[in-house]
C-alpha cells in the first residue's frame, strides 16, 4: 500500500481514538458550548476513557462501557439510520429497532477495539462554532509517538438534546464510512435487514 | 471535488500538457452522489485483490517479521532516513505551491538532520520546533487547479486518482536525488524506502488490518478513506482549515425516517 497513505491513516488512527471523548459533549446546553466548557469535558472523558483502559480488564469487558458511552452522548438511533441508508425507508418499525440495537453494540466493538491506541494520549478542543444546523467542534487528538492529527465533531440538539452525530478525523467521516460498510453488508445479505442484523450481532 | 477547470496559473502549460494532463483533467465527467467518481472499479477491483493478495502472503508477514526481529529505535532510524531523503522533492513541491515557509523549514531540516542528526538517522530538526510537513506532485497539480480524476488502484502503490498518479510518476522522474545516487547508493535508497513502508504497515497494522480485513467491503472502503483524506489533505496545502469541504452529512434532514416521530 501507499507510503503516503498509509501516513495519513496514521494520523486519522481510524475512528476509534477519539468516540468516548465525543461522549462528553452530550451533556451541554443547547449551542450554549463554549471552548472552554467543551475542553473541559473532553478532558474528563479522555480522563474517564484512560481510567477504563488502565483498568487492566480484558478488551471484551471494556467494550460495554464504550456502548454506554456512545449510548449515552451519540444520537445512536439516527447514527443508525443514516448508516442503513436507503433500506431504513422500506425497513419495518420493528427491524430498525433491533437494527439500532445490534448497530449500537456493533459500533461499540469495532471502535472499542481500537482504543487501546489511545493509551498515553489525550484531545484538546481548540474550537468550536455554530455552521448550518449544527455545532461544529474542532480538537486535536495527541496519540504517543503520532504526530497531532484532527478530530472534528458534529453536534446537534434535533433529538432533544445535545448529541453528537458524526466525526470528523483528517478529512474521514465516519457517518460516510459506516454508511459504506453497512451498505456492502447488506448488500452481501441482498438487501435482507434481519439477516443484516443477525451479522451485526456476531460481528 | 474541483468541478471546473480553471486554468493553472503558474504552471508552464508545454510541460503539462506533454505530461498529458488535458487527458485526465476530468472537466467533462462529473462526479457520482457520493462524490467517487470510478469507471474503472472493474480493473480496479482486480488491481485490489493482487493487492489484497500480496499483502496477505508477503507484506503482512514480512512487516510482522521486520516489527518483531529489528527493534524499534532503529526501525525508527531507518525510518527517518526515508523521511530524509524524502525532503528534498518535497521542498520543490512547496515551492511550486507557493508554501514558501514550509518549504524553508523544510530545508532547514534536511540541513539538521543530515549533520546533526548523522545522516538523517535521528529527527534531531523536530525535536528543534521544526515541524515536518508533507507534500508531492499530485498536490501540486491540484493546488494549480487540475481536478483529480477518476479514483484508480495502482499495483503494489495502492489507491490513488488520475491526477495523484502523473503526479506519483512525475515525483519519482524530478527527484533531485536522481542525480546524487547511483548503482549501489541507488539500490540502498530503495531498500530503506521500502524498509520505511514496512515499519509503516508494522506500526498501522491495526487501521490497516481492519481495513483490508474486517470491512465487508475493503475496496470500497479504502477507496472512501483514500479520496476523503487526501481532499482534506489538499484543502489544507490550498490554505483552509480542511473543515469546509462537503464534511458535512445532515442525518437529520435527509429523506429517512424520524425515529423520533412517535
Redesign the interface.
Known sequence: MSGTFVSGLSRRHFLGTGLAAAAALGAMPAFALSDAEARALIDKAVADINAIINSGRSEAQMYPAFEKLFATYADVPQIARSALGPAAKTASKAQLQSFTTAYQGYVSRKYGRRFREFIGGRIEVTGARPVKSYFEVISTAYLKGESPFEVRWHVSNKSGKNLFFNIIIEGVNMLASERTEIGAMLDKRKGDVDALVQDLQRA | MTATCPPFPFAPRPILLALGLSALSACAQAPSA?GVSDPLEPVNRGVHAV?KGL?TVI?RPASKAYGTVVPGPVRQGVSNVADTLDLPGVVVNQVLQARIGEATTNTLRLAVNATAGIGGLFDVASVLGM??T?A?FGQTLAVWGVGEGPYVE?PI????TARDTVGLVVDLAMNPLNNVFDGNDADATLAI?GL??LN??Y??S???D?ILY????SY??LR???L??????I?KAKGGT??E?G???????????D??AD
Open positions: 457520493d493487492n499483502d507484506v515541524p515536518k508533507d508531492d495502482l502503490e495502492g489507491p490513488s524506502e520505511s513502508r509503516d504497515r506500526r498501522y491495526d487501521t490497516i481492519s474486517d470491512s465487508a467491503d470500497a472502503q472512501l478513506l483514500y476523503q483524506n487526501r481532499r482534506h489533505e484543502a480542511g473543515g469541504d464534511d458535512f452529512i445532515d442525518p437529520y434532514e435527509e429523506d429517512f425516517i425515529p423520533y
